[in-house]
């Protein structure tokens, strides 16, 4: 089965900064990754599909590259709104997989 | 827009069997395919399983063993069964057409 290794689990920063996450798989899933960002109490809200495809809605300050192994989602100037939690999903496998997510917390 | 609710019992005695069902509007079921996923309080997102329309299902090896998965094209409905549940498995279970929309989520708890 493929794991998702996603770092950091908790990233400290401050309004206006540029962050990176990054997301390993154990093998290659081609460009098949989701990021996702989740706020207490609701569910997961599709940032970017296909690794680097940014959703319709979503502030151009968020994206994402890679393709294989190695996957980033960069923030390019941090907005109080994007204080959250973010994962990355491998999906559209045979099964699908979480990273084990990313706490975005104020500085 | 394609719209995904979850409904089931929010209260689960220990060993017994969480049900819940996703209903979905919006969209045909009879096309791609339909997840369940779990949050347990606090902590991060676990893939439960897929199904096709088709019937075709996939489960997370981990839960395999007491997951069942089912589709109702008739209602637009699929369905999750977990037999022998504890603790471990109180959590806010999300449906969704993964990657693109997602239920609101509905918390279950396993409690005597």
């Known amino acids: 089965d493929i794991q998702m290794t996603q770092s950091p689990s908790t990233l400290s920063a401050s309004v206006g900064d540029r962050v990176t996450i990054t997301c390993r798989a154990s093998?290659?899933?081609?460009?098949?990754l989701a990021w996702y960002q989740q706020k207490p109490g609701k569910a997961p809200k599709l940032l970017i599909s296909?690794?680097?495809n940014l959703e319709i809605g979503v502030p151009s300050r968020f994206s994402g590259s890679g393709s294989g192994t190695e996957f980033t989602l960069t923030i390019s100037s941090l907005q109080p709104d994007d204080f959250a939690t973010y994962y990355c999903q491998h999906y559209n496998s045979y099964w699908d997989t979480f990273g084990q997510g990313t706490k975005l917390e104020i500085k | 827009q394609v719209q995904l609710q979850e409904s089931g019992p929010g209260l689960v005695k220990p060993s017994e069997t969480l049900s819940l069902t996703c209903t979905v509007s919006g969209d045909s079921i009879s096309s791609y395919y339909w997840s369940w996923i779990r949050q347990p309080p606090g902590k991060g997102l676990e893939w439960i399983g897929y199904?096709?329309?088709?019937?075709?299902?996939s489960y997370n090896p981990s839960l395999k063993s007491r997951v069942t998965i089912s589709v109702d094209t008739s209602k637009n409905q699929f369905s999750l069964k977990l037999n022998s549940v504890t603790s471990a498995d109180t959590a806010v279970y999300f449906c969704?057409?993964?990657?693109?929309?997602w239920g609101q989520g509905t918390l279950v708890t396993v409690s005597s």
């Open positions: 969704a057409k993964t990657p693109d929309y």
């Open positions: 093998q290659s899933i081609s460009n098949w």
């Open positions: 199904i096709y329309y088709s019937g075709t299902t």
């Open positions: 296909k690794s680097s």
